[in-house]
């Protein structure tokens, strides 16, 4: 860290550096307390089109959609997401699977898609009602220099702002992260996850779906006006194959693995693709450091969970400081900030164990483990009881996260 004895600049009580969905949720969430909050993004969001849509999509589970509700973003959202209301999970390699059904956990919806500029608009829309609130963009720090009692922030520009608390919300190459020395933890999938829109044949019936195949899992997600979003994870090799392919032979592709699903797929848009990794963060928070979303914990996308525990932390970290305020603590101390980590590990931990086990399950390809693998699908979708209680901790309603900031 570097070191400076005296703070210089304008006093603001927390900056976060980060502009996208889930540095912009936490300045949403607190943004009628009062407090002073400076957002910076280096860049404004360029979306990557696919049949006039961002490619680039979020599955939000229905307890965040309640949270989205309950801050007032949902207003801009309600008329630009895909609603689902059902999900279906298959093997490639065996008969039989999982449905999910809404109505099972008594839920109008499992969740909703959106894509990701839709998403930060919104955000951006709710902060645009608060004068305490400023966005700046494009603006990037050039450095940090940390104190006993607050951190100097300085900008690009020379502007200079000192705080309590920053907060890194810069993703998962996180430059604030780095600034403090912090390292990660990180597993490599040596996948590639390929993102298109696409349109089927028939209604996709607010049915969400995925299907394990040999190489990765390949999901179509319900968007608006039954259009659909692909996220195909394959093996680099594999992905690379079908980067490389015409549309018109990817297409083919594409409908050999999806089969019937939504009657095939008639069209396909432009392709784009990332490299998928899971990383935690050794320490999600330092003395006036709070990380928060893909800057502390990054998973596989196969069950679409990332951009929720990031919403989750921008929640449950608004909600202390909130507190500490209220009785006079310091919000950078780390007797607030070690409060908000305790909250979060659990459900970042046991999140990234699920995905990891599930990973390496449907990875297996022995004939045996296959038709083991077969018949626990086949148990738990009739399981009942357990089942809901997977559809409540998948869907986020039984984790203990605040709705609202009080």
């Known amino acids: 860290m570097k070191q400076k004895n005296v703070l210089q600049g304008e006093y603001v009580d927390l900056v976060i550096v980060g502009g996208g969905m889930v540095g912009l949720m936490l300045a949403a969430a607190l943004r009628h307390t009062g407090l002073h909050i400076v957002v910076i993004e280096r860049a404004v969001y360029q979306p990557m089109m696919s049949m006039g849509l961002d490619c680039r999509v979020s599955a939000i589970v229905q307890a965040n959609v309640n949270i989205l509700k309950s801050v007032g973003v949902w207003q801009y959202l309600q008329d630009k997401a895909g609603l689902m209301t059902s999900m279906r999970i298959w093997d490639g390699q065996e008969q039989g699977g999982i449905r999910y059904e809404a109505a099972e956990i008594s839920e109008d919806k499992l969740g909703i898609l959106v894509e990701n500029a839709t998403l930060i608009q919104a955000l951006q829309d709710t902060l645009k009602e608060s004068e305490s609130v400023e966005l700046l963009c494009p603006e990037s720090v050039a450095s940090v220099f940390w104190k006993r009692d607050g951190v100097e922030v300085v900008l690009e520009s020379g502007q200079v702002f000192n705080t309590p608390l920053i907060v890194g919300a810069d993703g998962g190459r996180s430059w604030l992260r780095g600034q403090v020395d912090i390292d990660v933890f990180s597993r490599d999938y040596a996948q590639k996850g390929i993102v298109a829109t696409v349109k089927p044949r028939f209604s996709h019936q607010n049915t969400a779906t995925q299907r394990f195949l040999e190489t990765g899992p390949l999901a179509l997600l319900p968007m608006k006006d039954d259009m659909c979003s692909i996220v195909w994870s394959a093996s680099n090799a594999r992905a690379d194959e079908l980067l490389a392919l015409s549309d018109s032979d990817f297409l083919q592709e594409l409908n050999l693995e999806v089969g019937g699903v939504f009657g095939g797929i008639a ?38 969970l990332g951009v929720n525990l990031g919403l989750r932390d921008a929640m449950v970290l608004a909600q202390e400081i909130v507190d500490a305020r209220k009785f006079a603590e310091d919000w950078g101390d780390m007797d607030v900030l070690s409060r908000y980590m305790k909250q979060r590990m659990p459900d970042v931990l046991m999140t990234m164990a699920s995905m990891e086990a599930l990973h390496r399950t449907f990875q297996v390809q022995m004939p045996a483990w296959i038709k083991l693998r077969g018949l626990g699908m086949k148990v738990l979708g009739n399981a009942g009881v357990v089942k809901q209680l997977l559809m409540k901790n998948s869907t986020g309603i039984n984790m203990p996260v605040p709705h609202t900031i009080e």
């Not at 784009?272 to 006036?288: D, E, I, K, S, T």
């Open 267 to 304: 069209d396909v848009g432009q392709r784009a693709a990332f490299p998928l990794q899971a990383q935690l963060a050794r320490h999600m928070v330092r003395p006036r450091l709070a990380l928060i979303g893909d800057a502390a914990h990054s998973i596989h996308p196969l069950a679409g």
